[in-house]
């Protein structure tokens, strides 16, 4: 399992107007991509007797970067008592078919519990790297990992990480900065749809 530290936080502004702030400080776009992330979950499992937070521990992906890689992908995240990821980790297993990998998926007896549309905006500059998400068009995120693909850089925690984002003058919600969008988009589909309605 490859572990790995990152941070979430949510954007408090529009795409437009993060994207004029990060030029401002030297970011420029590096990558762009979207991916799609189908969660699926056992069907004999009762969601309503489950947090969100567990309830997404028992979900296997089957995730699409678009034109990259398709995969089932299974997220290991481990919390502390303020929901705050103390340790994480996946493992993935490529796959060539989404539709079959779906269709394997429900053989088991996994049904769809909800999706979620990613477009990746990678930026960095000459220090940081971060990674612009623009989620189901209703949530902005941004996310910083431990180990860059553009900067020579590799950060030694969560403190770093932190310490990095919050010296510029960028508009994000410093009050969390392990935002779950998973977790978002469950209570959300559970709010509006019910059990008996997710996908």
Do not use: W
């Not at 799609?36 to 028992?58: A, G, P, V």
């Not at 990992?145 to 770093?160: A, F, L, P």
């Not at 010296?167 to 392990?178: L, M, T, V």
């Amino acid at each position: 399992m490859i572990v790995d530290n990152e941070i979430t936080v949510l954007v408090t502004s529009t795409y437009e107007k993060l994207h004029k702030k990060l030029i401002e400080n030297n970011f420029c776009i590096k990558e762009e991509y979207e991916l799609n992330d189908i969660y699926m979950i056992d069907k004999s499992i009762d969601i309503l007797s489950f947090n969100t937070l567990e309830l997404l521990k028992h979900c296997i992906l089957v995730r699409d970067i678009v034109g990259i890689k398709k995969v089932l992908l299974y997220k290991y995240k481990k919390y502390d008592d303020k929901g705050d990821i103390l340790e994480q980790g996946k493992v993935e297993c490529p796959v060539y078919d989404i539709d079959k990998a779906i269709k394997f998926m429900e053989t088991i007896s996994y049904r769809q519990l909800f999706k979620i549309h990613d477009k990746c905006i990678v930026y960095a500059n000459d220090r940081t790297e971060l990674v612009v998400q623009l989620v189901n068009n209703r949530y902005i995120f941004i996310e910083m990992e431990q180990t860059c693909e553009y900067i020579d850089r590799k950060y030694s925690g969560i403190e770093e990480l932190k310490e990095d984002i919050n010296s510029y003058d960028i508009p994000f919600d410093r009050n969390n900065y392990f935002v779950k969008k998973a977790e978002l988009i469950l209570k959300e589909v559970i709010k509006n749809n019910g059990d008996d309605k997710i996908c």
